[in-house]
């Protein structure tokens, strides 16, 4: 489901109600996007990058990085919304995040998105964004999180 609006400033009067964006569609981890994830943060944890360690360790398997799955938050919420008259969008931050489950190797993930709050700041629009990364086949979501976007 995509929530579309013509403008940035549509999205204050949307805001009034808190919500419900959508969800987006599943999309697999897999150990590639782990290791390289890894390579590129320098966090080569073996509970990340070692399938054979990891089969022996508290998960059975390996996990993603915590900060992988919140490294997904712009695909999502890209995903779920579209704001056909924004010139740009702008990753300005998170206020609060958590992450109540691992993301095994191999499971799989979707964004669900409510729309938390949103005021002019200038010529934009910063808006709240409150992200569930769920986990296919489990009732702890990945990751919870609120997104701080800027739309122009």
Sequence with gaps: MTTRVARPTDLIALATDQPHLGTGEWRAITQRQVDLFADATDDHQWIHVDPERGKAGPFGTTIAHGYLTISLASAFIAEILQV???????????????????????????????????????????????LTVQIEDNAKPACVAEVVVLFR
């Design 84 to 130: 056909d008259g924004a010139r740009m969008a702008m990753n300005y931050g998170l206020n609060k995040v958590r992450f109540p489950a691992p993301v095994p190797v191999g499971a799989r993930l979707r964004g669900d998105l409510r729309l938390t709050a949103a005021q002019a700041r200038g010529d934009m629009i910063e808006t709240v964004l409150t």
